[in-house]
Every structure is written in C-alpha cells, then in structure tokens.
C-alpha cells in the first residue's frame, strides 16, 4: 500500500506547516508499487493545496507561505521541485560559500541553486524511481531550505559529517553566548 488509498482519500503522510517548522508522519510501507506518476504528484499536491494552479508540465501550489514549482518531464524521466528564496544579487560572497557548504551537508537532497538571478531551494530526481515517500521528503527539504536560508541552511532531516556547517553553527552560537555574556 502507498501513502494513498485507492480512492486517494486518506493521505497517510501528513505535512503540517507553521512557519520555519515542518513535521512529518509516516505510516506506510514502501513497495514497487509506489513508482511515482504524474497523476500521482498532483493528487498529493492538491491535498497539500486545493488551490494548486496546474500548466504544461508544471505545478504551482503553496506550502505554507512559500511559492513551490513543480515542473516535470515524463519523456525525459525528470522532475524538479523549487521555491524561490532571494535575490542572488543580494548576497555577499560569504553568503555564496556559505550555500555552496550547506549543499555539501547539510541541505541533503535539496539544493540551493542560482538561475535567473534568483537564489533557489530545488529537489530534482528522476520519476521512474521516484517514490511517494520520496516526493514528500523532497517537498519538505525544499522548503526547509528556503525556511532556514540564512540561519541553518538545512533541509531540516539531519547533517553529514565532514562539512562545514557543524562548525559554522557552533561558532554562531559562541558568538551569541559571548554577545549575551557582555
């Protein structure tokens, strides 16, 4: 069984959002059977969003206060989920790094990303291996990354060792103790 029944009644993922903080609930298992559709995306976006607004090869729906794309290919066997974070003309150069040390750690399989002058969270992954399980984590670390853009940079599910970002974080808190402290 999926993360939906067969009518697509009951979502057995469950997403709730209130501002920067995402939970998530799952009680199914995974089987063959849940390869991803399209179809399939956009029944769970629209439990997500009955607003979503559907195009040629794309989506849009909302989670929470952020703006989500989803654009997909079946002939290519791509998809790509992305939000729209801030103006990369905005950013310093440490700002920059500190993204390029996120996508190596902490921000798991969403990225941030430039395109069009704009910074992005994205998720991309091929749909034929693309699970519902898969599709909902990828929703939620796409917004995770836009929600903490310039404090964690995470996709809020863990961090890899070996990078930057642990360090990063331990000096900002530091920082703020000794800001405290005087």
Do not use: C
């Not at 034929?128 to 995770?144: A, C, N, P, R």
């Not at 809020?156 to 900002?172: A, N, R, T, V, Y």
């Amino acid at each position: 069984m999926g993360f939906m029944s067969r009518k697509g009644v009951k979502l057995l993922a469950i997403l709730f959002i209130s501002s920067a903080s995402v939970a998530w609930a799952f009680t199914a298992e995974e089987s063959a059977s849940d390869e991803m559709t399209v179809a399939k995306m956009a029944a769970i976006i629209g439990q997500i969003d009955e607003d979503a607004q559907a195009g040629t090869n794309r989506i849009t729906f909302a989670v929470g206060e952020r703006e989500l794309v989803l654009v997909y290919d079946e002939s290519a066997d791509r998809m790509r989920l992305m939000v729209p974070i801030a103006k990369a003309s905005d950013l310093s150069d440490e700002a920059l790094m500190r993204l390029m040390q996120a996508n190596f750690d902490s921000a798991l399989d969403a990225r941030y990303a430039v395109a069009q002058g704009i910074v992005w969270g994205a998720f991309i992954h091929p749909l034929s291996s693309l699970t519902e399980k898969d599709f909902l984590l990828g929703i939620y670390q796409t917004v995770s990354v836009a929600e903490t853009f310039g404090s964690s940079y995470s996709s809020g599910i863990m961090m890899f060792g070996g990078g930057d970002s642990g360090e990063l974080d331990k000096k900002k808190l530091l920082d703020r103790l000794k800001d405290l402290a005087t």
